[in-house]
């Protein structure tokens, strides 16, 4: 892997937007060097990050407003149809339906992207993970359909297609590509709510990532066992540096190799609400992750390591945000980003 972002910034996924060109238009001038398409949660509940990654599944369900999986009706005929489309890989049945990714489609065709391409270093889509899916969805007896072993098997597969498709349709636009696996619920691991193994936990997000050609990345916003996500081929950790710098430095060793190898953390040091972001500045929060990379350094880590092949994010998603504390959080971001830049001369 070749990709050094050098502290450079870039977004997680949601925004609190309900118009589509605004929100594009709003990554692009924020974030031109690592633009994402945004999801758009509050525009529709299909673009929530379970809702907007189901089509193309068996049994999907609506009932007032509530997706589930209704497993008591026959399923045998969709399921031959999905694992046939699955075979072929017939990109159409990947593909995001009108009113599930409006934010994507702008961000395909929005104008002024064109006019930025010769600053973007890549650009960047996201893909629900496997076990936050399985942990977020249940089915019509509110039985998680992560427990539903036959079931898991269709939405990984399902989530392969879609990241495979969107990739695709990205590297129209740039040929350097970043998919994140956004598994948020993966910090429930090891609780008494996830009674599941590491092997199956890892087995999934790997066959995720078997769709995605161009450069992987992982994000949980969390605290987590790191070194599941280590275990996978992932090129990107994405984690909350915020509140999580000291336990995350718990996995020093693996992360020295995933470092040695060229590997990426991105920094989420960038509070993920307008409350907790206004109690900060951009040099408190630089302090804040220096402080994190520290941790890291103690150990034995590579500075020169972390600060290259570091990203600069905020904690989380911005979707439940209001516009106008996304902005704000944005601008902190942007301002952090500038800041390390100057600081260790890396423009």
């Avoid at 974030?31 to 999801?39: A, D, I, K, N, Y």
Wanted: a negative charge; proline letters at 5%; hydrophobic letters at 40%.
């Amino acid at each position: 892997m070749s990709f050094v972002p050098r502290g450079l910034p870039t977004g997680i996924g949601s925004l609190p937007f309900k118009d589509e060109k605004l929100a594009v238009s709003f990554v692009l001038e924020n974030l031109p060097e690592l633009p994402f398409w945004p999801q758009l949660p509050r525009k529709d509940h299909r673009e929530s990050m379970y809702v907007q990654y189901s089509e193309g599944l068996p049994g999907v369900t609506f009932s007032d407003r509530r997706m589930f999986i209704d497993t008591g009706r026959d399923l045998i005929q969709e399921m031959e149809e999905f694992y046939q489309a699955y075979l072929e890989g017939k990109g159409a049945k990947a593909a995001f339906g009108p009113g599930y990714a409006e934010g994507f489609y702008a961000f395909l065709k929005h104008p002024p992207f064109g006019e930025r391409e010769g600053l973007a270093l890549a650009v960047k889509g996201q893909v629900t993970g496997p076990v936050s899916f399985g942990l977020a969805v249940t089915d019509q007896n509110k039985r998680l359909i992560l427990y539903d072993q036959i079931y898991m098997d269709m939405v990984v597969k399902n989530l392969q297609l879609k990241a495979r498709w969107q990739e695709e349709r990205l590297r129209e636009l740039h040929p350097q590509t970043i998919i994140f696996v956004d598994e948020p619920y993966l910090s429930t691991y090891g609780s008494g709510y996830f009674n599941y193994d590491r092997e199956t936990v890892v087995r999934y997000i790997r066959e995720v990532m078997e769709g995605i050609q161009g450069l992987k990345g992982v994000h949980c916003c969390g605290n987590t066992d790191w070194s599941i996500l280590l275990s996978t081929p992932v090129d990107i950790i994405s984690f909350d540096a915020y509140a999580y710098s000291k336990s995350f430095s718990l996995y020093a060793q693996p992360l020295a190799d995933f470092l040695a190898r060229g590997g990426v953390i991105a920094w989420g040091i960038v509070p993920a609400t307008q409350e907790e972001a206004k109690k900060e500045d951009a040099r408190s929060l630089l302090a804040r992750m220096e402080e994190g990379m520290g941790f890291l350094r103690a150990q034995g880590l590579s500075w020169t390591e972390l600060v290259e092949q570091a990203l600069i994010t905020p904690a989380c998603g911005l979707g439940s945000q209001g516009e106008e504390g996304a902005g704000d959080i944005f601008r902190l971001t942007r301002e952090v980003s500038d800041l390390f830049r100057e600081k260790y001369r890396l423009d």
